[in-house]
């Protein structure tokens, strides 16, 4: 069987480079290129904005109630093709069947699905000044581009474009080069549920197609997701055209474990922050301060649970809940925080290797790893590693913890777990973090805004406020009275 090679998908329809050039694209679990795809060399970046343009101009003149009945049609098929989906961003990511199953499409689809419902509540205002009066627009900025990370492409494809598209955009969409079939499908939908041609594209490569969108004076927009020093790079760049920008970057997220926790809750909180998605999560509570009270029943309980439940192999059998990480060059990086950890004097309470299960010898798997006898100024504690690598440190102080928590230059997420509700409250308003969690670690529902604090991002996604992200207002004065002038 011959590989499959994809194109850029331009103006409705996959468009064939000029250069020839492709790259491959390999599946974690077996180090196997699964396909192809080319590269969106001049030719294709030229022809994206020539589309976008006019894929701006037929859908930003639409109602945005025609806008929303397309979108939610376009969520009743990426539910409708779920599993599909699901397969899809298995074989690229390397995560177990077992979420993207019940995950990764859903919630794609839930955010397309709430901004289609909002994009026709969006009103203007009105104001009377003496006689005359003043009123304003929300319009759509035209065309915006997103970049987006490997971990979760086709949800990071939904996240991006449904707010852009729920308030009348074009988008032009760039997946990680380790990732790109997730947007490709997501291109097909739109294109099926009515979307016109060119108002989603999909363009592929790695930095290079990212930085063309980011300096491209056409787009008004860069959504991004990644890391925090790419983001740093994307924003100096998008600054060239004063281009908006949304950035979600990483993360080195606290959870804190008072002594009167619920001690199996607060487990599964810091198993899922470190080990969901093989550890591969920006808001990972990579972090977790335990009081000394209940240090030895969270550890003991930590352990048995982690070598007992935790399941590697095939991503693809429905009985794996732990996943490869996406290359072997990541797979590399996070062996080598380990060994910083090891030789920094961290204890390993369980982990610390490759695996290679029997299902899927040749993937790119590490052991779901505990560090205990950490201190904050460790380089495992201090780096993001984005694996599943977790560091446990004591507390015994209320205050000295909060600061410890908050003693980084990152700020995305953190947890607090207690039953004191006045504690918890006290505690969550402290941590500097843009997304918290109280007895709970993770959930990230359309409605809740997401976003950093710090370094960890500029504005937000989800939640009613992302819809004035991807819109700008226009104040129109009208004059009912005569104009008075000097001249
Ligand atoms: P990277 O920053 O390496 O890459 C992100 C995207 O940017 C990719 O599509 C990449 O292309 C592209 N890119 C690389 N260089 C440039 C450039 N100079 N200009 C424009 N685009 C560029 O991140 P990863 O893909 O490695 O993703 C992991 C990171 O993402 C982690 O730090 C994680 O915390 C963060 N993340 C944040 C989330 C959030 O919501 N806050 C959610 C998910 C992940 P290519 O890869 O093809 O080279």
Redesign the pocket.
Known sequence: MTTPVYQNFINGHFLKNQSGETFAVKNPATDDVIYYVEVADAFIQNAAIQSAKQGFAAWSTMSPIERSRILLKAVALLRERNDLLAKTEVLDTGKPWQEAECVDVQTGADVIEYFAGLAPAQVGQQQMVGEDFYYTRKEPLGICAG??????PLQ?AC?KSGPALAAGNAFIF?????T?LGAIKLAEIFIEAGVPAGVFNVVQ??????????QSADIEK?S????????K??VA?AAGSLKDVT?????KSPLLVFDDADISQAVSAAMLGNFYTQG?????CTRIYVHKNVYQQFIDELKTRTEENIIAGDPLDPNVNFGAL?SKK?QQLVMSYIDKGISEGATLLTGGKTLSPASAPNGYFVAPTVFIDCTDDMTIVKE?I?GPVMSVLTFDDEDDVIHRANDTHLG?AAGVFTKDIKRAHRVIHQLQAGICWINSYGNSPAEMP???YKQ??IGR?NGIETLDHYTQTKSIYVGMTNIESPF
């Not at 490569?205 to 980011?214: H, S």
């Not at 950035?247 to 993360?251: K, T």
């Not at 591969?280 to 990972?284: G, H, S």
């Open positions: 970049i987006g990370a490997w971990n979760y990071i996240w760039k997946p990680s080069e380790e790109p490569g790695a930095a290079e197609v990212g930085q063309w969108l980011t860069v991004f997701t990644g890391e925090v020093g790419t983001g790079k994307v760049s950035m979600e970057l990483g993360g591969e999560i920006c808001t990972n996406i990541h993001e984005f995305l997401v976003g950093g960890s991002g996604e």
